[in-house]
């Protein structure tokens, strides 16, 4: 039987080992959560090394691409290079493929859900797909980079804006540890709003992943819409709670398989790839014209009156 392991590097206490079905076969699919903490990461990649067909890492900072920028963080290199025999994936290979053509593609036939409006992220240097697809549709765009890993007391409001300061802060970013207090809590509680911070809460879509959502604050997400890349049971509980009115999520949940992110897909789809060849974008662009994979959106209003329909999985095979 094929073993994919995926290490949830900013989760905690997220941990499962579970025979699925996959394309077919059988899979098993193990997953340890290391909480930031490197070492520990380096200890399970040198221990599975040779031993699975694929091992995948959720949560670590992409590949930063802009005008005649391209970083990619110290410490992700490390983890990335860190085996002799089996492929170590992140998702950004299938990223880069799945969200500028399935993600713009839905965004532009359902442009009444976003264009004109207002729309904030969290770090658009993170996630600079989401970034360019919004930056064509938005009304006015505002980036929270500079807080949200510096805690420097402004946003910006367009790609050109985060280019120019990806070109000021990279060198210092490179020597910063990748650590869980480096992320502000983005609370808007009892009315303590930083003021350069006003407008970033105002708008009208939030654009976030998943790790962040787990991180910061929630409350300021009371009647807004959501944009995030995955989306997990008890995040939904606490969006639904805090009273966001709606979410699209670019990779929906499948049945059959505990967790189900961009990382963990392009892991399964490596370790099922014939004689176990290195994925390459031509693979992805086949899998996902193959398969019927889409953004799911979902409105918790509407939730609320028909719970039946509460989750569209996608199951392929």
């Known amino acids: 039987m094929k073993h994919v392991l995926s290490i949830a590097f900013t ?36 221990r599975f090394d040779g031993l699975c067909d694929s091992i995948c890492i959720s ?85 929270a980079d500079p807080y949200f890993g510096l805690k420097l007391p402004y946003v910006m409001n367009g790609v050109s804006d985060l280019d120019k300061f990806l070109k000021m802060v990279l060198p210092l970013m490179g020597r910063m540890k990748i650590k869980r207090n480096l992320i502000p809590s ?34 300021h997400l009371k009647g807004k819409t959501l944009i995030v890349d995955v989306l997990n049971e008890d995040l939904k509980d606490e969006l639904r709670r805090v009273g966001v009115l709606d979410v699209m999520v670019c990779l929906p949940q499948i049945e059959g398989i505990p967790f189900f992110n961009f990382a963990i897909f392009e892991a399964l789809l490596q370790g099922v790839q014939a004689g176990n060849k290195k994925l390459e974008t031509d693979d992805l662009l086949g899998w996902i014209d193959e398969m019927d994979i889409r953004p799911e959106f979902i409105n918790f209003k509407r939730l609320l009156k028909t719970p039946e329909s509460a989750t569209n999985f996608y199951y392929f095979s």
């Not at 905690?12 to 520990?40: A, C, K, W």
């Not at 493929?97 to 009444?112: G, L, S, T």
């Not at 658009?124 to 549709?137: A, P, R, T």
Request: aromatic residues 12%; proline residues 3%.
């Open 11 to 46: 989760e905690d206490f997220s941990n499962f080992d579970q025979v699925i079905q996959f394309n077919g076969e059988s899979i098993r699919l193990t997953q340890y959560s290391t909480n930031f903490d490197l070492e520990l990461t380096l200890n399970l990649l040198e």
């Open 59 to 143: 949560g670590l900072p992409p590949i930063i691409k802009g005008k005649k920028i391209n970083f990619s963080h110290p410490q992700r290199e490390k983890l990335m290079n860190a085996t002799k025999e089996t492929n170590v994936l992140d998702g950004q290979l299938f990223k880069d493929i799945y969200i500028p053509w399935v993600i713009r593609k839905y965004c532009y036939k359902n442009d009444h859900l976003f264009k004109n409006k207002d729309v904030s992220i969290y770090c658009g240097s993170i996630q600079k797909n989401l970034l360019e697809v919004m930056d064509d549709l938005a009304g006015k765009l505002f980036l």
């Open 186 to 219: 983005f609370s808007s509680r009892q009315g303590k709003v930083p003021r350069f911070l006003k407008s970033f809460f105002e708008a009208d879509v939030f654009v976030a992943n998943m790790a962040t959502l787990e991180l910061i604050d929630l409350s």
